[in-house]
């Protein structure tokens, strides 16, 4: 956990081993201030990846595994759906979830992104529309409640990785990139490759929670 006091860093739990081919990767706050985070594999061969999520007295829980890179996570307006990305695998999976609990049930496919790229980063409107950047996709697309793609935004980079609203009244989409994997042996990209985008919607967000303990 980060101290913003003195920018401290000191660690709650410890969930993969230091010689481990898993790696920590996107995480989010569920309403409630529950912090989940899912990890991945280097072996891209392998669906050794999973799903935690730590509580508020920082008991950390697995909830669910078989992933390969797991990515973007987020909860419909009503907290009742829980989404969850597996890149590598190209599919955003939903969830019941029961957010007095923090339960999660009935995993199954709610898009196939593999026409489009790999779904990363997630975030969700006050409509409830689910909006994901598309790493090696050039883009970012808007799906509706039942699955259905509602737009496609091409982007100027091939490799959005994130998104989240903010600014006056939440309606501004800030979309982060990526410029290269120095673990894979990429060459960096040039720009706008790395860079941080804004792209002005007629959608409102939801205000993110912090972790609560």
Known sequence: MLDPNN???SPLVNLL???S?????DAKCDRQGRFWAGSASNDINK?????FCLDSTQQCTLKQKGFII???IGFSPDNTIMY???SVAKMTYCYDYDIKTGNIDNQRIFWDASQYGEP???????????WIAIWDGSAVVRLLKNGTIDKIIDMPTPRPTSLIFGGDNLSTLYITSCNHVSFRGESARPAPAGALFGLKTTYQGIAETGYSK
């Open 21 to 25: 081919h898993l790696r920590m990767n």
């Open 17 to 19: 081993s230091k010689n």
């Open 84 to 86: 969850h990305n597996d």
């Open 47 to 51: 669906q050794e990846g999973a799903l």
């Open 120 to 130: 990363d980063g997630l975030t969700i409107d006050i409509k409830g529309g689910i």
């Open 7 to 9: 920018g401290s860093l």
């Open 70 to 72: 797991s990515n973007g």
